[in-house]
Structures are given as structure tokens and as C-alpha cells.
DNA sequence: ACAATCTATGGTATCGGTACCATATACCAA
DNA sequence: TTGGTATATGGTACCGATACCATAGATTGT
């Protein structure tokens, strides 16, 4: 026996008017007297009335809802990001809806149906894998505007804020080999995902540059996870000859695990062995971070890619946009010259 | 112009029966021949047709969703939590909105407003202060069920799942004044916010039992903060006599900040001073996490909330409950003992 | 053979808020 | 006085899906 919420029609018979003068009341709209203002406002605090949003987007066919898909949100690099949307979000007044796809098409498949049967007015999406253009096609076909984040989708005509994977991944691996190495492993991520190739490409390009010979040995993949860094590590170097001298994380959380294999290997970083990172890792060693990383501007990227939704949804650009987002090499203390070169 | 996706009704028109029988073959709900379906499975096929979930929660009074309103997801112990929740959720078929608050009563207002309209099925929130009580009491008044999260509030009865915060800074106290430690100062959060009031609750009965007089010049407060952390932290190592020799942070931000501020001062942790904190920090230090700190099981806090929000509303359980999880002190490499002793 | 039951389908009202059109009074200008 | 406009309020339909009741033919039991 829970009591029913009041609806605009017990406010409206409280004040002794119609439902419709209730609406004008609270939206000020069209005419109303005083008196009657009035006495509407009382009975609305009288009720402790408020509207009900289900039933006012029902009719404006709008929800002002935008949904924000990404992989992680343990992952530091994700919530900054998420916090750059949802400012520029909160500023125009709609409200962001977050998922985490765990890497998973099936997730994502089932977030993309739920999020369009709620009349989301807006998507910014990370794509999973390739096959991700299922999803996307079907975002597209009903008119709902989407940005893509972070990685690229072949062969499909739209929005997309990403940060430059090729330049930063070659120019972290140029710093690698200005720094002497010539053996430097790349730890990538899933084999279908563009900024993997993207990665793998910049640093194919740095060594190419340097005549440095392509070692397909010093190429792996996984996830994009510590357990995934974790194992690379451990096989790259109980496998592989000659041992590599530098390693290359393809994001953060390839990282975490490299280190922490390097440590069970009691291999000294940098001493013994160089590492660097894609993306930076905030607190990543107290008090001083370490990795030498480059870095994107997830904040930045976050923000972007909310304009650019907000400039579709409001119909003032029609046109796609492909915005890729400068990085930056930040030096810190995970690398050194190669150990035979000392 | 915009093409209107399409509705059950235009569905019905192409297949050539009502929608009601449109309603039935999509839910399965009562009789249908299978060549009606056949036809009916077409038509939606055809035209890509999606039900509405607004106009169904409109009639159901049911949006299968519910609020998670933390004060920022950019710290980990948050994001931990929030996927405690979603898993729970999602098992149960709901949806759930994430709002950060940054500990502002302002932005709790607005999204308890946002959501209530919007007839979100249930809360879990975090309470920014005591002021967050009005916001508890606007949605009991709606009888909308609700779970406070980790902070206490004073006066109301309702559901709650939290950490042993008393017992947590206890245990943490100890472990310190067993090392030796007299002068112990405590680096608070906020202080109208109940777990700071219970971490110094703890921390004192721990001097007490000790025999160690309580200097309130050892206690601080700022916000659950890196910048908090790290203004306490100088202010109290240039202004404090007898120096302390330990420090405890309230939270993880505040050890950051504590910690880079004890790198700015030269200060060698642990040869020179120790540190601990409430909640883990995972990557704190690469590739070993370097803190002592007593931690509760976020993921878990999240779990037991989703689940009690969720017998509420399944109308299951009608009785308030308080859980309390219990905390665990992970020893690091944080602490010696005071420099004096050595 | 006839009622009872099963199977199949449709009409209408409803959830809550609001656009659109209608109505009615007051006031001013010509 | 007439007409036009500003002010104030209400009735009805609609957004999309579905519960409820109604209808009607097919099938079964006694």
C-alpha cells in the first residue's frame, strides 16, 4: 500500500484550476494570475510535487541524456576523461550516462540496444574491436548522434576525438633509440583495436627511420591489462634472444604489469632494463611519478568529444569531424642508455 | 527533417494486425498463431523497430534504474566501489546512473532533484555532510528506497553500508605506538563528515590505551584531498614542536599529498618519518605498493549496498540495516620506527 | 448437442505532462 | 458601438506501450 507519487492533476485540483495551469505555472509560460500562481505554488508545496520527467520526454521525444561508453572505469585514464564529459555536459544541461564495456562486444551490444530504447539523445563510444561497427551502424541508422573516442573504426563516416597514437609511439621510441637502444620490445594491446596498430606502427616507423631491422619476436599482444603486461613480460623475457634492452607498454595498464614482472625477474628498472609507457599513470610511484610515459590529454579528449556531440544534437554542425589530439612526451626516470653501453 | 523511428503502431500497420498484438509478440504474452508472429517479426525487422522503454516506464512506474552518487570516481577507491555495484545490478537487470558530487551539497541537491524526476528506482549515495541530510529526507519522504554509502548520518533511519572506520584508525594507531611512535599526528578530512570524526575517534582511543597524551595541535582537517594532504603536511612539519615522528593520512588522496609534500621538505619515508592511511591506493609505488595502510573492501562495500537497495525494492526487507565490514591493515614499507630510537 | 474452455485478436483507456485550439473577460482605439 | 488585442483559463488529444475487457471461432467433454 505505498502511496502514489501526486501528478500535475492532484496539484491541479488541490488549487481548484486545470492541469494545464499547473504547467504554465511551473513553466512560466503563457498567462497567469497572480492569485492563481499563487495558489498553485501552494498546493505544490502542500503535495511536495514534482514533475514527472518520463511523461515530459515522452512528448518532446528528447531526454536530454547523453551516454559515454568506455572499456574501464578503473582504468585513471578513462575517468579522466569521463570527468572532462560530464563538465561540458553538466554546462548544457544534460546528463551523462556511464558504462563500462570490460572489452567486451557483448556488453556493448547490449548497453548500445538498452541506451537507444531509453531515447538517449547522444553517444560517445570506445569502440571494442572491429566488430564494434555493428554497433555503431545501428546507432547511426536511427539518427542518433555519435562520437567515437579514442579509436578508430575503418570505413565508417563519423565523428571521432582521439589522441595521435602513430606520432607519440614513434617518438617515444625515437627517444629509446637516441638513448641507444636498438632491441626494443613493444608490448601492444589486442591485435583488432586501432590504437594497437597505430602504436605498433609509429614504432615501426622510429626504427625504420634509425635502420634499425624490424624483429617481429619483439612484437606481442594481450589485453590492455596489467595480467596481460604481466605475462608479455615474463615471455618476452624467458624466450626471446637477444633479450631486449628497452620495453614499450602500449598503455598504462601494460605497464603496471611489465614492472611488476621485471620485479619478480629482480630485473632494476632503469638499470637493468629500460621501460616506457603510452599514457600517463597518475600516482603511478610516490612521491615522484617514474615512467617515463607519453602522455595524452584525457581531460582534453573527454571534453572534445562532448562538444562535438553537443554541436550534432543541437543540429549547429552537420559535417563529420575527425579531431586527433597532440601527445606528449613526458621524461621521468624508468629509462636509461642500454647496459652493454654503459 | 528528422525521420521519426518508428512505433509499435506503425509496425502494427505494416504486419496488419493491432499493436496490442505487437505487444504480445514481443513479450511473449499471451496468444498468438505463428503466422500472425511470422508476419509481425517481419514487419519489426523491416522497419528496425525498437520499443520504447520511456512510455513502458511510464505505464509500469518502473524504470529499472538506480543512482550511484559518490564524490569523484577519479579516486580509486570509488571506481572500486562502483563496479561493486554494477555487478550486482546488472545481474538484477538494473541500470545505474553514476554522479560525481566533488563534496559539494550543491551538485547532491541537484542530482536528487534530477533523478527523483526521473523516477529513478533507488539511491545509493555518499553523504558530502551533515547538510546532506535534507537531500536523505527528500527521498524517504518519496518513498524511494535509499542506501547511504561509507558515511554515517546522524538521526535518520536508514540503511547503511560502511567501513569500521573507529576500529580501522585504531589498529592503524596502534600498530604505530607499537613501533614506538608517541607523536602521531593526524592529517583529518572534512570535519562534519563521520568517517573523519570516527578515524580520530579511533586514533584517540589508541593513544589512550597507550597512555599518550592527546595533543590537539596534531590534529588537522582539510578536504579528502591531494592539495589537503600535502598543505596539512607543511603547515604541520614547520609549525608543530615536538615534531611528529609518524603521520596518518584519512584517506589515500591525503597520503599523496603528504607524501609529496614530504619529498619537497627532503624527508625519507620511512628513515625519517613514517606514514599510514585509510584505503588502499593501488600503483601507489611501482612496482611495489609502498604504503601501510588499513583498507576496506570497496568492491565489496559496493556489492552489500546494491544488495540491500535491492531487497528494498523488491519489497523483501521492510527493516533498516547497518553493516559494518570489517577493515584490514596491510603492512608495507611505510613505517620504522621514530628516528630518536633508532 | 451444448456448454465450457482454449485460442486468437482487437478496441479503448491509461501512465503524466503539455501543445493546440477554444472560450471568456477586460481594456483600448477608432 | 464595434472590433481588435492582451490576459486568463480550460478541454481534448497526443507522445508509445500495454492492461483490461470484449469478441469470436475452434476444440473438448459429457
Redesign the interface.
Known amino acids: 500500500m505505498?502511496?502514489k507519487?501526486p501528478t500535475i492533476r492532484d496539484v491541479a485540483k488541490l488549487a481548484g484550476v486545470a492541469a494545464i495551469t499547473v504547467s504554465r505555472v511551473i513553466n512560466n509560460s503563457g498567462y497567469t494570475s497572480d492569485e492563481t500562481r499563487d495558489r498553485v505554488e501552494r498546493a505544490i508545496a502542500e503535495l511536495?510535487y514534482?514533475?514527472?520527467?518520463?511523461?515530459q520526454?515522452?512528448r518532446f521525444q528528447t531526454?536530454n541524456t547523453v551516454a559515454l561508453i568506455v572499456s574501464d572505469?578503473?582504468n585513471?585514464f578513462w575517468?579522466?576523461i569521463?570527468?572532462g564529459v560530464?563538465d561540458v555536459c553538466n554546462d548544457h544541461d544534460l546528463?551523462v550516462?556511464?558504462c563500462?564495456t570490460d572489452e567486451k562486444e557483448a556488453k556493448l551490444s547490449k548497453y548500445v540496444?538498452?541506451l537507444?530504447?531509453?531515447?538517449t539523445d547522444g553517444f560517445i563510444l570506445v569502440p571494442t574491436s572491429a566488430a564494434s561497427i555493428n554497433n555503431v551502424t545501428t546507432i547511426l541508422?536511427?539518427?542518433v548522434p555519435l562520437v567515437i573516442l579514442d579509436r578508430q573504426l575503418p570505413q565508417v563516416d563519423v565523428d571521432i576525438v582521439r589522441g595521435d597514437s602513430v606520432e607519440g609511439a614513434y617518438q617515444l621510441t625515437r627517444y629509446l633509440i637516441e638513448l641507444g637502444h636498438q632491441r626494443i620490445a613493444m608490448f601492444s594491446g589486442p591485435i583488432e583495436i586501432s590504437t594497437s596498430e597505430q602504436r605498433i606502427e609509429g614504432y615501426k616507423r622510429a626504427l625504420q627511420e634509425a635502420d634499425i631491422a624490424i624483429d617481429d619476436e619483439l612484437i606481442t599482444f594481450s589485453g590492455y591489462t596489467e595480467a596481460g603486461g604481466r605475462k608479455m613480460a615474463l615471455h618476452m623475457l624467458g624466450n626471446v634472444q637477444p633479450t631486449p634492452t628497452a620495453l614499450f607498454a602500449a598503455n598504462n595498464f601494460i605497464a603496471?604489469g611489465i614492472?611488476?614482472a621485471?620485479?619478480q625477474l629482480e630485473l632494476r628498472?632503469p638499470q637493468d632494463i629500460s621501460v616506457v609507457s603510452f599514457d600517463d599513470?597518475p600516482?603511478?610511484?610516490?612521491?615522484?611519478p617514474?615512467?617515463t610515459v607519453v602522455a595524452q590529454a584525457p581531460y582534453e579528449l573527454g571534453m572534445k568529444a562532448a562538444e562535438l556531440l553537443i554541436g550534432r544534437i543541437s543540429g549547429e554542425r552537420t559535417h563529420t569531424e575527425e579531431i586527433t589530439l597532440p601527445v606528449e612526451v613526458i621524461v621521468r626516470k624508468s629509462c636509461a642508455p642500454p647496459k652493454s653501453q654503459i
Not at 50 to 55: A, E, F, K
Not at 283 to 288: K, M, R, S
Request: proline share 6%.
Open positions: 505505498k502511496k507519487r511536495n514534482i514533475p514527472n520527467s518520463l511523461s520526454s515522452l531526454t572505469i578503473t585513471p575517468t579522466t569521463t570527468r560530464e546528463h550516462i556511464l563500462n540496444n538498452m537507444l530504447q531509453r531515447q541508422q536511427k539518427h603496471v614492472l611488476r621485471l620485479y628498472v599513470l600516482f603511478d610511484t610516490l612521491p615522484e617514474f615512467l
